[in-house]
């Protein structure tokens, strides 16, 4: 996932993704954004005149993506998240 994306989240930015990518799923997942496929110009101008055009819509994902942020990618999730990893890896282990 480019850290990018965590930035334009945490910033409450809506976020166009290319279909397919990991940064996609994470936009799918928060529905902070749009989702184009990848190389589609025509896909993407179509995409942002269309958030530019709906307010309603702009709100939404800008407020998805900073409630997204908040309780996914903050340190503590990001910390718990590594926690569950190594407890998993450490009970394979054994």
Known sequence: ???KL???LACGVPVFAAHGSEGARMVADSN???IVPPGDIDGLVS???TLLDDESR???YSQSA???AEAH???EAVADAYEAVLQRSA???R
């Open 58 to 60: 702009r709100t939404q």
């Open 1 to 3: 996932i480019p850290p």
């Open 6 to 8: 965590y930035e334009t």
């Open 73 to 75: 990618l903050s340190a």
């Open 47 to 49: 995409a942002l005149s």
């Open 66 to 68: 900073r409630a997204y």
């Open 91 to 93: 009970s394979v282990a």
């Open 32 to 34: 902070c954004g749009m």
